[in-house]
């Protein structure tokens, strides 16, 4: 039988994922799936199908047709990639503002939530959430589609629990605010 912690968790899980499903966006970017490609491209610039595909946890021809969308939307460009069979994909001008613009309003929308807590109880949720993230991390394609809409910068600076349990580091501590 699960716990009331367990349905709490799943709730706002559900909270967070429909209000990122319903933010209005261009047609291109309809689905979750693009949304997730375009940051994944912006994260990771000049990088090929196959890796970006891990991101996103898709199979190659999804990941194709994922970014021909993107393409044909004029918010990606394909460059020569590290052989003749790849391409580098990189944001284009629009690219980089809509994917700012995604990440903007999923920020505004988390700090929203985070904002109903106090200073302490922020605090120890962050602790919680380390926690159950750096156990929960399998693997670097894992780690890449966990954070697939992460606006990466605050917790890079502060010690990613998703990024450090990946590359084998110790669980970090201390709070990033």
Not at 61 to 87: C, H, I
Request: glycine residues 6%; neutral net charge.
């Amino acid at each position: 039988m699960t716990r009331r912690t367990e349905n709490l968790l799943g709730v706002l899980a559900l909270l967070v994922t429909d209000e990122l499903n319903a933010q209005p966006t261009i047609p291109a970017l309809a689905g979750p799936t693009a949304r997730a490609m375009l940051n994944a491209i912006g994260q990771y610039p000049n990088s090929s199908i196959e890796l970006l595909r891990d991101a996103v946890d898709l199979s190659h021809p999804a990941a194709v047709r994922a970014v021909a969308g993107l393409v044909d939307a004029g918010l990606v460009e394909k460059n020569a990639g590290s052989d003749r069979r790849s391409v580098a994909l990189a944001l284009t001008a629009a690219g980089r503002r809509e994917a700012s613009r995604l990440r903007t309003a999923r920020g505004r929308m988390l700090e929203r939530i985070v904002a109903r807590l106090d200073d302490d109880e922020r605090d120890v949720f962050e602790q919680l959430l380390i926690k159950i993230l750096w156990n929960e991390t399998r693997d670097a394609p894992h780690a890449m589609q966990l954070c697939r809409y992460c606006d990466d910068k605050a917790c890079l600076k502060a010690g990613c629990p998703v990024e450090c349990r990946e590359q084998g580091l110790p669980i970090p501590d201390g709070s990033a605010s």
